[in-house]
């Protein structure tokens, strides 16, 4: 994803449509009136010249044992969640072996998930990626601030959701977008309503929200 926010950035900076950009006249005062630096309160008590070890992170032991659920237990799905079914199968140090629940499907943990940043691997089409043993994938990732640029929020909806548009029926996992807050901090307006993304394409904004987010 890093390769693709690069490519923004420089699509941007060589657009011959887009005016010159000038640091020294458009300086964003939203984003000059919130502290990148500060830490964050919760982590203020935090003695960081010490090793830190938090609770969740603790080897498990037999005083510190987690419930085990057999391998091929079916999941059970409950109205406090009604589409995510967590099983752990066993531990060993801080390592655990489980199987998430998803309602495309279980996906068996630790997990290689290859990256579909726009909807898609480069290069495999999803049939081969099922149906060839040696990648078998049972789950894909997908960026959601990629795909509301490119192939865009409206086609996925026109599509049915972002299953269909891949043809893939296979769990999915879409990120946020907030790792583009960082690395694309130059198109970004930073509000405590949202954050707008200056278009790389053209001269519209791109408002990351609720509304534009694509549907899976």
């Known amino acids: 994803e890093q390769?693709?926010?690069?490519?923004l950035l420089d699509n941007r900076t060589t657009n011959k449509d887009t005016p010159p950009h000038d640091d020294t006249t458009t300086t964003n005062n939203n984003n000059n009136n919130i502290d990148f630096l500060a830490i964050p309160p919760e982590l203020q008590t935090v003695d960081f010249t010490k090793r830190i070890t938090w609770g969740k992170y603790?080897?498990?032991t037999k005083d510190r044992k987690l419930p085990y659920v057999p391998c091929g237990?079916?999941?059970t799905f409950t109205s406090q969640s009604p589409a995510l079914c967590f099983h752990v199968h066993?531990?060993?140090?801080r390592a655990r072996a489980c199987t998430l629940h998803l309602p495309h499907g279980p996906v068996p943990t630790p997990?290689?998930?290859p990256v579909g940043t726009k909807g898609s691997l480069k290069g495999l089409p999803t049939d081969e990626i099922t149906s060839r043993p040696e990648l078998n994938c049972p789950i894909m990732l997908a960026n959601t601030y990629h795909m509301a640029l490119q192939p865009t929020t409206p086609v996925l909806r026109d599509?049915?959701?972002?299953?269909?548009f891949m043809n893939w029926n296979r769990p999915l996992l879409t990120d946020s977008g907030g790792f583009q807050m960082v690395s694309l901090l130059k198109l970004a307006e930073i509000t405590e309503e949202g954050v707008t993304f200056e278009s790389p394409f053209d001269d519209d904004d791109e408002k990351?929200?609720?509304e534009d987010t694509p549907t899976t």
């Open 208 to 210: 990351k929200d609720k």
């Open 73 to 75: 237990t079916p999941p």
């Open 58 to 60: 603790q080897p498990y």
């Open 111 to 113: 997990i290689f998930m």
């Open 3 to 7: 390769d693709d926010n690069n490519k």
């Open 159 to 164: 599509m049915g959701g972002l299953h269909k």
């Open 90 to 93: 066993g531990t060993s140090g």
